[in-house]
Structures are given as structure tokens and as C-alpha cells.
């Protein structure tokens, strides 16, 4: 209690507020929300394949992670994503994607690139690899995420049955359904808290690899993305234009501005790891901030050279 009455908040909120309009947060927000929109589809269908190629039914997992989706995406958008998923899963055969698995994994990857792309404008990092290192990074991650998320769906399903099958075996009740809910949403909690801590700790480009399991950023990351989007979901509720403005476009509108604030919620989540690791005395700050000097020096002569050709 006594280090967070003696921290600096008022420094920290100056320097977060500098952090966000020197790089622009809101407008790689933007931007990451509309690769996130492209890459959705292909994540999806990447994923529903790959429960195809592994199991023998993968009807139990789809309902559970179209269940998922209706509990976290806006109306209208789950309805465009039920119904698109639907259609493309009813046109391609198993060959066509199974065979399309790769490409399909190549642009669900476009996302990540967007967001490693953003996570070093906040991080004040240069990207020093070469291309198809930094691709091959981008699609690394992306399959890794998509196994997890592939696990926390097994886990939660199967672990429903055999919690069922156990109390009926020894002849005991089961438990309360909000208690198996809560149990179930504990675990996505630590599913998503593992997700960014491989966000924050592998996709900047630092110069050493530092892995850190849990942090400010991912606690203010994934608590602002539950507030967003219950938020996002009780507007539209009582207050929906966007059809009467877009008309059929308006859930496509709608799941774009919902990737947009889960975008919005990555990045400030990295910017406030980013501005705790200058304010902190014995984490280097004057490395990152001779970092983030070097970083703008770079910078400023990338744009010379674009202005000269």
C-alpha cells in the first residue's frame, strides 16, 4: 500500500499521455484494428480446419467457440461472423482446406505483423531483422495463438464432461452452474493473461529477450478490453445507428470498431509497460532512454531520405 500512496502518478499519467500522442497511439489503434478485421476470418477458419485435421468431430469445440464468440462480440457482428464462417466452411471441401491451410495461416498473420509493427512505435524499437524473419516470427506467433486458443477450447470442453462423468461416477451432485462458469471464465482469464505476456515479452523487437508472466500493461490490457467492450455492446444495445447509417454494412462497421478497441486496449496496455520501465531506476531507464533517443534519430533520417527521393 505504501508504494502505490508514494508513486509518482502524477509523472506516470504526464509521460503515458506523452507516450500515446508521440506515437500515435490512436492512429495505430486504427490500424491495427483494420489488419485485425482482415486476419479474423482466416484465424477462424484456420482454426476450425485445424480441429478437423486433429479430431474426428469437431462439432462439440465449434458450438463452444461460437457460444464464446456470442458472449463477447456485439450482436450484429456475431451474426456476420456465424453466418460468414458458415458459408465458407459450407463452399470448401476438406481438400480445399486442408490444401489452403498455409495460405490461410499467411493471412491470418497480417495481424500480428500490424501489431508488432505498433507495439515498437510504443515501444521506441527498431525493427533490425530481415523480412522474412520477421514474417516467419509473425506466423510463428500466430499459430502459437491459435493452439492456445484451440487448448483453452479442449480444456473448458472437455473439462465440463469429465467433471460430469466424475460426480456421476461417485455418485455426487454436480456443481452449481455459476460455479463451473466461474471456473470456465478464471481459466480464459489466465489463457488471455499468457497471451499477452507472449505479446509484450516476444513480438517488440528488444535487443534481449525478457519474458515477464504477468504485468501492469497486461492486467490494464485485458481489464480495459472487458470494460470496452461491455461498453461497445450496451451502446449498441440501446443506442444502434450503424445500420440505419451503413445499412448492410453495419456490422462489418461494427466488427471493425470492435477490433479497434481491442487494438486500443494492446497498445496502451504496452505503453504503460513501456513508460514503468523508463520511470523504474533499476530496470535501465537510461538505456531506454538512450534507446529511444537512437530510435528518433533513425527515424527523422528515414524521413530525410524520403523527402530527397
Known sequence: MRSIRNFAWKRFFV??????????????????????????????????????????????????????????????????????????????????????????????SA?????????????????????????AQSLILTFLFILLLAFALTIVTAGVQVIENGAAAAGLSLPSTWLMTLLQYLFLFGVMILATSIIYSWLPSFDEFRWVWVSPGSIVAISLWVLLTAGFRLYLHYFNSYNKAYGSLGAVIILMLWMYLTGLALLVGGAINSVLTEMSPSSGAKEAEKGEIEHRIKHQKKKQKKKQS
Open 15 to 108: 509521460a503515458l499521455n506523452a507516450k500515446a500522442a508521440e506515437t500515435d497511439l490512436f492512429g495505430r489503434a486504427a490500424q491495427v484494428g483494420f489488419y485485425f478485421s482482415f486476419a479474423f476470418f482466416p484465424l477462424l477458419l484456420f482454426l476450425l480446419t485445424l480441429f478437423g485435421l486433429v479430431l474426428d468431430s469437431t462439432d462439440s469445440l465449434q458450438r463452444e467457440l461460437y457460444r464464446y464468440l456470442a458472449d463477447i462480440l456485439p450482436s450484429s457482428a456475431y451474426q456476420l461472423v456465424h453466418s460468414t464462417m458458415d458459408e465458407i466452411i459450407a463452399s470448401s471441401s476438406g481438400g480445399k482446406l486442408t490444401l489452403g491451410i498455409f495460405a490461410t495461416l499467411w493471412s491470418a
Open 111 to 135: 495481424g500480428v505483423d500490424s501489431l508488432r509493427s505498433a507495439l515498437n512505435s510504443v515501444y521506441e524499437v527498431d525493427e533490425d531483422w530481415a523480412w522474412w524473419k520477421l514474417k
